[in-house]
């Protein structure tokens, strides 16, 4: 168990980055003075179990450090949770490259620089999703919006046409890449006689 005081890294890159891009980071969190790195691959949005051991192994007085904020936080509400749990916990988040310098949470200054950001992030997606909203009711405007591929309906389709060539569910499930329920609902939707559903 740690004692106070603590440096705590955590290093992450994404299930397609180059290895080299998290050696650099154990290198900088080394550099930086972490004793006990945690690190992993995951995506963006994936679970993070090597996130999850750190935040449970860092105890009242230790400082989280990572090389970049989007080694860490997925989202600007993701990083307003982890602040606020490291808070409550008395533990300090530290970033070595925050636009070019570093800044953590023990002060007010950094707290005050970490929610800016965050509320900036946030009013970017925003926009961003503002844009696609327009981009796409101008495309449907000038008729040129087609929208997403159906692959549930072609899947759906497909899952008719192997049950009726005597397919078992599991079966169609498994080489559609699809679960059971979207194959039961082709099914319930095609009014397949004689079949009233998976048994309960």
Same mark, same amino acid.
């Given at each position: 168990?740690?004692?106070?005081?603590?440096?705590?890294?955590?290093?992450?890159?994404?299930?397609?980055?180059?290895?080299?891009?998290?050696?650099?980071?154990?290198?900088?969190? *080394?550099?930086?003075?972490?004793?006990?790195?945690?690190?992993?691959?995951?995506?963006?949005?994936?679970?993070?179990?090597?996130?999850?051991?750190?935040?449970?192994?860092?105890?009242?007085?230790?400082?989280?450090?990572?090389? *970049?904020?989007?080694?860490?936080?997925?989202?600007?509400?993701?990083?307003?949770?982890?602040?606020?749990?490291?808070?409550?916990?008395?533990?300090?988040?530290?970033?070595?490259?925050?636009?070019?310098?570093?800044?953590?949470?023990?002060?007010?200054?950094?707290?005050?620089?970490?929610?800016?950001?965050?509320?900036?992030?946030?009013?970017?997606?925003?926009?961003?999703?503002?844009?696609?909203?327009?981009?796409?009711?101008?495309?449907?405007?000038?008729?040129?919006?087609?929208?997403?591929?159906?692959?549930?309906?072609?899947?759906?389709?497909?899952?008719?046409?192997?049950?009726?060539?005597? *397919? *078992?569910?599991?079966?169609?499930?498994?080489?559609?890449?699809?679960?059971?329920?979207?194959?039961?609902?082709?099914?319930?939707?095609?009014?397949?006689?004689?079949?009233?559903?998976?048994?309960?």
């Amino acid at each position: 168990m740690p004692q106070d005081g603590h440096l705590i890294g955590y290093a992450r890159t994404s299930t397609t980055d180059q290895q080299a891009g998290l050696e650099a980071q154990l290198r900088d969190l *080394k550099v930086a003075g972490c004793r006990k790195v945690f690190s992993e691959q995951a995506s963006a949005v994936g679970d993070r179990q090597q996130l999850d051991a750190a935040l449970d192994y860092a105890r009242e007085g230790d400082t989280l450090v990572v090389t *970049k904020l989007d080694r860490l936080a997925r989202s600007a509400r993701h990083l307003s949770e982890l602040v606020d749990r490291l808070e409550s916990e008395g533990v300090t988040l530290r970033i070595l490259n925050f636009g070019g310098d570093a800044v953590d949470t023990r002060g007010a200054t950094g707290r005050l620089m970490l929610n800016m950001f965050a509320a900036m992030a946030q009013f970017e997606r925003e926009m961003m999703l503002e844009r696609q909203r327009e981009g796409i009711a101008k495309a449907k405007a000038e008729g040129k919006y087609k929208g997403r591929k159906p692959t549930a309906r072609i899947k759906a389709d497909e899952a008719l046409r192997l049950f009726r060539a005597g *397919k *078992k569910v599991a079966h169609i499930a498994k080489e559609l890449g699809i679960g059971r329920g979207s194959v039961y609902r082709a099914l319930q939707t095609a009014g397949i006689e004689n079949y009233s559903g998976p048994p309960a």
